[in-house]
């Protein structure tokens, strides 16, 4: 076993022993659980203890709620009705502190799920401009809205508020970013929020919760602890949460909507499964699409809802790119993530190999073969990408997504059959296609447009860059996710109206020259 670089080294247990709510860091005395790295830290391997989180449960979960509502106030509270200039000055303050926590966020990143040292670094740095990014457009919104419009005899102006109390759940994969991205934009349109950890990816929070507590008012922000069932659960069936934001699998947030007790008032904004094809075409550039489709399907092992899931190559080139795909395969470095050049890493889910091993397994039994030699070689916290090929409909690989790494490869001679295939599937998010002539690929982008919400054309499916919508049809996404969709999705249009007369318009005058209101206001944020 290769010596963890020092500075990678897990010393002492970090022991999250406290958790936020109302603006104090509450001690937590109850039930803990233990947080376990799948990466050994011993020649002879063993699980590495990282720590402990706290057990919550019902009680915990009325408190939080119980806080968020009442620094919400039914919109009467502190931070609904704060200035956008304020509310900005308090997300500047949160970001400039959490810049400080990067060495530890990114080295519990590695440890806790796996991820390796570019891509944690990655994290945290898109992070950190997507708070930025943020905030800026959240300044342009305002600038378009500090303004009074006439229409038919009516001056109005209009503006974007919050709707209430904001359920956040993140997910394990992005469990910073994916997070924060929900978390960001709820916050700073001036909605109070309950944030719930994922079930990896929760003590590299632990060094931001003093940032939380230090940059917004008391109960703005409150962060809970807990499986999902025992927290979760609760707040939804409270009837107090406006918004669900969730970063998941459909069952769960199907099931957490179907506790509220007025689902009509409840606003979804859900990021959920995908199984996003590639289609490789006839004259598509190998070379290119056999790197893009590498990327696509292992980035992270697979681990992503953007992740190319399934294959789709043209009969005629079908030999030549399957020999040289799975030659790329078993040519990726496979190591801990602080190791120079890995590519592949341990996985975070201790059973993650085994359901791996299981979808081989019935592959096989229906007639896939295994195309690469190390395909499917496993350990105790990890399994080789296999690649699957030819791939029928009886095979759970073509249904289920997979979130790990195994890569199933299709065939096809008639475009019509991804086509259809895409058609039939529960979701709807991405789709990668390869090829060059635009006779074929102009009808073919104007249907896939329609299919999926986006057609990534010779590169691989992805959720960046941040400004562009990131969505989902059917089973895949509720809401759209951008810097700029997230402000919109998070918030409500409200406007003050009144007939232009001389005795309204004497009234708003006055309203705008006193300041007396932080929404009827033409101040100019720079």
């Known amino acids: ?46 699980p590495t203890l990282l720590g402990t989180i706290p057990s919550m449960g019902e009680e915990s979960a009325f408190e939080v709620v119980s806080a968020a509502e009442k620094a919400y106030d039914n919109g009467q509270g502190l931070w609904p009705t704060m200035k956008v200039v304020d509310r900005i000055k308090c997300m500047e303050t949160f970001v400039t502190q959490m810049k400080a926590t990067r060495t530890e966020v990114v080295k519990y990143l590695m440890w806790e799920i796996g991820k390796s040292l570019p891509d944690s670094e990655k994290e945290f740095d898109r992070t950190v401009d997507y708070i930025y990014d943020t905030i800026e457009d959240y ?11 006439k229409s038919q005899g009516v001056n109005a102006m209009v503006r974007r508020g919050p709707l209430g109390v904001v359920l956040c759940l993140g997910p394990y994969n992005y469990p910073l970013n994916e997070t924060f991205a929900l978390l960001i934009p709820a916050i700073i349109m001036g909605n109070t929020v309950i944030f719930k950890p994922a079930k990896h990816g929760v003590l590299l929070l632990s060094p931001l919760m003093e940032a939380f507590q230090n940059s917004f008012p008391k109960g703005v922000i409150n962060i809970i602890y807990g499986r999902g069932r025992e927290v979760a659960s609760p707040i939804m069936k409270s009837g107090k949460v406006a918004v669900l934001a969730l970063i998941g699998n459909s069952t769960s947030a199907i099931a957490l909507q179907d506790q509220h007790p007025n689902k ?6 859900l990021g959920l499964e995908a199984k996003n094809p590639a289609i490789v075409l006839a004259d598509a550039d190998l070379d290119l699409a056999i790197q893009e489709c590498i990327t696509g399907t292992l980035s992270f092992n697979g681990q992503r809802c953007t992740a190319l899931k399934i294959i789709y190559v043209h009969e005629s080139i079908a030999t030549e790119f399957n020999r040289r795909f799975a030659e790329k395969v078993d040519a990726l470095p496979f190591g801990n993530p602080w190791e120079e050049g890995v590519l592949l890493t341990p996985l975070p889910e201790q059973d993650k190999p085994n359901y791996i091993k299981a979808l081989l397994d019935d592959a096989q039994l229906h007639g896939a073969a295994i195309l690469n030699t190390k395909g499917g070689q496993i350990s105790e916290n990890y399994i080789f990408p296999a690649v699957l090929f030819p791939v029928n409909k009886e095979m759970r690989v073509y249904h289920e997504e997979q979130f790990g790494p195994v890569i199933p490869i299709v065939s096809f001679k008639n475009i019509q059959e991804p086509l259809d295939d895409m058609a039939e599937s529960n979701y709807g998010q991405q789709v990668s296609l390869f090829g060059q002539d635009i006779r074929t690929i102009a009808p073919l982008i104007d249907t896939l447009v329609n299919l999926v919400c986006r057609v990534n054309l010779n590169s691989s499916c992805q959720r960046g860059p941040d400004i562009y919508p990131f969505t989902g049809r059917k089973d895949s996404a509720v809401g759209t996710l951008s810097i700029h969709d ?7 249009r409200t406007f003050v109206a009144s007939k232009d007369n001389a005795y309204n318009n004497e009234i708003l005058q006055a309203l705008l020259n006193s300041k007396e209101s932080n929404f009827i206001t033409t101040d100019y944020i720079l």
Do not use: C, E
């Open 486 to 492: 997230a402000l919109r999705s998070f918030s409500i």
């Open 139 to 149: 300044k342009q919104l305002d600038r378009n809205s500090a303004r009074f419009t």
């Open 264 to 269: 009509n008032r409840l606003r979804l904004i």
């Open 1 to 46: 076993m290769k010596t963890i670089p020092l500075a990678f080294q897990i010393d002492t247990l970090l022991h999250q022993d406290a958790y936020l709510v109302d603006g104090v860091l509450k001690k937590w005395t109850g039930a803990t659980t233990p947080v376990y790295s799948t990466i050994s830290s011993t020649s002879d391997y063993a």
